[in-house]
């Protein structure tokens, strides 16, 4: 026998049993973002080298580390999409979709990234984001904050809210001399990685997950402390806004995020409930990175949420949020039965979108197809022969102890289950 081909270490099979959950997030996040006047776009899931190690930075871990890339046949550098901004960033260049205005627009696709995979973490994950150019107020960074705070509400997540200012360009330069001159002083006690993080991007040691770290990081400068006037005006103008919301917050003087296109605002929201990556929604300001892949000064902001995540958390309460289709089971007994079932379904389908009809295509007795039904989990069986079927009538059998067997006038079957389900 030939060996079963595997899937591959961290990507993972979304199985049917399971695809309602995944399905019920979709639509619940797309409906909100649309209420709110964010549509839809969608980018390719390759994307040039270029537009990521421009975008992300050259020396962060995701570009480093974990990118998939590779040479086409042309020799060009091709790279799996890691995350989903920057090609959001390249598509509206290219379009040149700002000049048209403010642009709000989400998107719901998979990323890849070459990590260990662990619970929650994998390396073909899937995100939903949502990005806005054109507005540089502190309103938008409220909007975006105060979505995601519904959605939890919706899903009945408990997450906590984090924020953090860094600044603009010019402040962050200020403070990251600081910073660079607080760590060169503690030379000694800092690890490998972040070492090499101190030539490179000194905020990035602020981002450190080394325990050992926690009390030379918390003793470090903090950048809300060295804000500009005209970011910390924007700071404080997002808080009055979270607190007029009544959405909760805990200023974190950590938080950086991954990723080096950030500035100003920066968010977070974790869970308690997934253990170390309990980061289920993070985002922020990133103004000037439109310029810097090639289009016209642009602020911009925007968020992406892990869907694997939020689907752990909602899995064990998934049959409180998720509201089920009633469920049919159509079993018939002869050739022209069998080809009345065909016509039948469709009708009855086209009248009741909502509802799902499984139409037996085993041609078995009546007694297996029954075994069907039964195993199915449907709340009502139709049943047609041919001796019903020269009759002009069906049957509708309750699967769920709803009563006895009827039997039905074809013509009345579609106002006798609008009735029923």
């Known amino acids: 026998m030939s060996k079963k081909i595997q899937a591959i270490r961290g990507m993972n099979d979304l199985l049917p049993a399971d695809s309602n959950i995944w399905s019920f997030l979709d639509s619940t996040i797309s409906n909100l973002l649309l209420s709110y006047g964010y549509r839809y776009c969608r980018t390719p899931n ?5 537009t990521f190690s421009r975008a992300i930075g050259e020396v962060t871990d995701i570009v480093e580390k974990e990118m998939y890339t590779w040479k086409d046949n042309n020799g060009d550098s091709l790279t799996l999409r890691p995350e989903g901004t920057a090609g959001v960033v390249r598509m509206m260049i290219e379009h040149n979709l700002p000049r048209e205005g403010i642009q709000k627009v989400f998107y719901n696709g998979p990323m890849f990234r070459h990590e260990r995979p662990q619970k929650g973490r994998y390396r073909q994950f899937h995100q939903v984001g949502a990005e806005v150019f054109g507005a540089s107020n502190a309103k938008i960074d409220a909007e975006l904050i105060s979505m995601t705070h519904s959605l939890w509400k919706i899903l009945g997540i408990d997450a906590e809210l984090e924020i953090n200012s860094l600044g603009s360009a010019e402040s962050r330069a200020s403070y990251r001399k600081t910073l660079t001159g607080y760590f060169n002083d503690n030379k000694d006690l800092l690890d490998e990685d972040s070492l090499r993080r101190l030539k490179t991007n000194p905020l990035r040691i602020l981002d450190s997950k080394n325990k050992d770290l926690e009390s030379l990081i918390s003793g470090a400068p903090k950048m809300i402390d060295h804000l500009d006037d005209d970011s910390s005006h924007h700071f404080k103008t997002l808080k009055k806004y979270l607190e007029s919301l009544n959405i909760s917050f805990k200023i974190n ?3 950086v995020r ?11 929201w974790i869970s308690n409930d997934l253990g170390s990556q309990g980061t289920i929604c993070g985002g922020g ?11 016209n000064p642009t602020p911009a902001i925007g968020f992406a949420m892990g869907l694997e995540r939020i689907a752990l958390l909602i899995q064990d309460k998934s049959d409180q949020l998720i509201s089920r289709r009633p469920h049919l089971y159509f079993s018939s007994i002869g050739e022209s039965a069998h080809i009345e079932s065909m016509n039948l379904s469709k ?15 085993s041609i078995g007795t009546l007694k297996s197809q029954m075994k069907k039904a039964n195993k199915s989990e449907a709340d009502y ?7 019903e079927l020269s009759e002009g009538l069906i ?5 769920k102890g709803q009563g006895v067997q009827q039997s039905i006038k074809l013509e009345g079957i579609i106002h006798h289950l609008q009735e029923i389900l």
Do not use: H, W
Not at 381 to 387: D, F, S, V
């Open 46 to 50: 390759v994307e040039s080298t270029e």
């Open 253 to 255: 003087p950590k938080l």
């Open 258 to 268: 991954g990723l080096d296109y950030y500035n100003q605002t920066v968010f977070e």
């Open 285 to 295: 300001r990133y103004d000037g990175l439109v310029e810097k892949m090639g289009g």
């Open 347 to 361: 009708k009855i389908l086209e009248a009741l979108p909502y509802i799902t009809i499984t139409n037996d295509v």
């Open 381 to 387: 069986a139709m049943i047609l022969g041919e001796e």
């Open 395 to 399: 049957s509708i059998k309750p699967l």
